[in-house]
C-alpha cells in the first residue's frame, strides 16, 4: 500500500477515492493520526494517482468531477457484469450512514408489525394527532405524533419507493453534511408536511414521502445554488419527482401506489426548497 494523500474530512477522502475509481486506479482509506489517509495499490500508479489529486485540490468542485461517484459505479458494474459476485457488501454498507440506517430499520419495522393482527393499534398509536384535542393529557407523546406518521407504510412498492430515495438522499446528507443536518431536516420536513396534509384531509395517511420529497428539492436546490456543498442530483431526477407528484394529484399512481396523501409530497418538497434556500444564505452571509 503507498501512501498518497491525507485529509482530515471522510467526504474528502471519499470523493477523492471515487475519483481515482474513474482512473481505474484502486485506492482505499485508512483512519489515522488527526485525519483520514487514501492509499493505492501499487506504486505503478503513483504518478497518475497525484496528477488526479493536485487536480482535485486546485478544484475540487469542478462540473467533470461531480457524477465521478456514479461514473465509478457504472465502470464497476461493466467490469463485474459476468460476475456480480465481487461486488463487495462491505463497500455498499459502507455508504450507508449511521441515522439513514436507523430510519430505514424502523420503517421495516413498522411496516411487518402492521402487516400482523396488530396494525390497526400500531397505525392509532402512531398516527397524526387529533388538534382539536391536542396537547391533551399525553402532551409530551403527542408531539412525537406529529413525526411518527412518517413511519407508517401501506404496501410493498409504498415503502420500497420511499426507503430507496430515502438511502440515496439521506446518505448524501449525512456524509456532505452531517446526521445532526439530516436529523433536523426530518424533524422539519416532517413536522411542517405531516401537519399541511392533516390540515386537507385528517389523519388517515402515513409514509415517509414528505420527508423524502423535501430532501430532494433539498440536494437539488443546494447542488444549483452552491456547487461546493457537495450535492447532486441531476434536473432529470428533480423533474420525475415532480411529474410524480403531479400525477398523484391527478389520480394516476394511486392503482399502483393506493391513494396518495399528496399535500405532504407538495408541502415537503416546498420546506425542502426553502430549508436550502436557508442554509444557502446562512453560509452566505454569516
Given at each position: 500500500m503507498i501512501k498518497l494523500v491525507s485529509?482530515?474530512?471522510?467526504?474528502?477522502?471519499?470523493?477523492?477515492?471515487?475519483?481515482?475509481?474513474?482512473?481505474?486506479?484502486?485506492a482505499k482509506i485508512s483512519e489515522g493520526g488527526n485525519g483520514y489517509i487514501v492509499y493505492i495499490d501499487s506504486v505503478d500508479n503513483f504518478f497518475q494517482a497525484r496528477g488526479v489529486v493536485l487536480e482535485f485540490l486546485s478544484d475540487p468542485d469542478h462540473d467533470k468531477y461531480r457524477l465521478a461517484y456514479w461514473d465509478s459505479i457504472d465502470n464497476q458494474g461493466i467490469k463485474n457484469s459476468q460476475n456480480i459476485s465481487d461486488v463487495s457488501l462491505k463497500e455498499i454498507l459502507g455508504r450507508v450512514r449511521f441515522f439513514t440506517s436507523l430510519i430505514i430499520v424502523a420503517c421495516i419495522s413498522v411496516y411487518f408489525l402492521m402487516d400482523d393482527q396488530n396494525g390497526e393499534k400500531i397505525f392509532n398509536l402512531l398516527a397524526y394527532p387529533n388538534l382539536t384535542q391536542f396537547p391533551g393529557q399525553d402532551y409530551g407523546f403527542n408531539i412525537?405524533?406529529?413525526?411518527?406518521?412518517?413511519?407508517?407504510?401501506?404496501?410493498?412498492?409504498?415503502?420500497?419507493?420511499?426507503?430507496?430515495?430515502?438511502?440515496?438522499?439521506?446518505?448524501?446528507?449525512?456524509?456532505?453534511?452531517?446526521?445532526?443536518h439530516l436529523i433536523i431536516l426530518t424533524l422539519s420536513i416532517g413536522v411542517i408536511s405531516n401537519t399541511a396534509q392533516y390540515l386537507v384531509s385528517g389523519?388517515?395517511?402515513?409514509?415517509?414521502?414528505?420527508?423524502?420529497y423535501g430532501l430532494v428539492a433539498y440536494c437539488w436546490i443546494l447542488g444549483k445554488i452552491r456547487p461546493k456543498s457537495g450535492f447532486y442530483l441531476s434536473d432529470t431526477l428533480f423533474i420525475f419527482m415532480v411529474i410524480w407528484l403531479i400525477l398523484g394529484y391527478v389520480g394516476f399512481s394511486d392503482p399502483i401506489m393506493g391513494k396518495m396523501a399528496n399535500t405532504v409530497h407538495l408541502s415537503g418538497m416546498l420546506s425542502g426548497l426553502l430549508l436550502g434556500l436557508i442554509y444557502f444564505l446562512k453560509k452566505k452571509f454569516v
Amino acid at each position: 500500500m503507498i501512501k498518497l494523500v491525507s485529509f482530515v474530512h471522510l467526504g474528502a477522502a471519499e470523493e477523492l477515492v471515487d475519483r481515482l475509481k474513474v482512473q481505474e486506479i484502486s485506492a482505499k482509506i485508512s483512519e489515522g493520526g488527526n485525519g483520514y489517509i487514501v492509499y493505492i495499490d501499487s506504486v505503478d500508479n503513483f504518478f497518475q494517482a497525484r496528477g488526479v489529486v493536485l487536480e482535485f485540490l486546485s478544484d475540487p468542485d469542478h462540473d467533470k468531477y461531480r457524477l465521478a461517484y456514479w461514473d465509478s459505479i457504472d465502470n464497476q458494474g461493466i467490469k463485474n457484469s459476468q460476475n456480480i459476485s465481487d461486488v463487495s457488501l462491505k463497500e455498499i454498507l459502507g455508504r450507508v450512514r449511521f441515522f439513514t440506517s436507523l430510519i430505514i430499520v424502523a420503517c421495516i419495522s413498522v411496516y411487518f408489525l402492521m402487516d400482523d393482527q396488530n396494525g390497526e393499534k400500531i397505525f392509532n398509536l402512531l398516527a397524526y394527532p387529533n388538534l382539536t384535542q391536542f396537547p391533551g393529557q399525553d402532551y409530551g407523546f403527542n408531539i412525537l405524533k406529529l413525526l411518527s406518521p412518517v413511519f407508517l407504510h401501506f404496501s410493498v412498492p409504498h415503502i420500497t419507493f420511499n426507503l430507496i430515495w430515502w438511502w440515496f438522499l439521506g446518505g448524501q446528507i449525512e456524509k456532505n453534511q452531517s446526521s445532526v443536518h439530516l436529523i433536523i431536516l426530518t424533524l422539519s420536513i416532517g413536522v411542517i408536511s405531516n401537519t399541511a396534509q392533516y390540515l386537507v384531509s385528517g389523519n388517515d395517511f402515513g409514509g415517509l414521502s414528505g420527508v423524502v420529497y423535501g430532501l430532494v428539492a433539498y440536494c437539488w436546490i443546494l447542488g444549483k445554488i452552491r456547487p461546493k456543498s457537495g450535492f447532486y442530483l441531476s434536473d432529470t431526477l428533480f423533474i420525475f419527482m415532480v411529474i410524480w407528484l403531479i400525477l398523484g394529484y391527478v389520480g394516476f399512481s394511486d392503482p399502483i401506489m393506493g391513494k396518495m396523501a399528496n399535500t405532504v409530497h407538495l408541502s415537503g418538497m416546498l420546506s425542502g426548497l426553502l430549508l436550502g434556500l436557508i442554509y444557502f444564505l446562512k453560509k452566505k452571509f454569516v
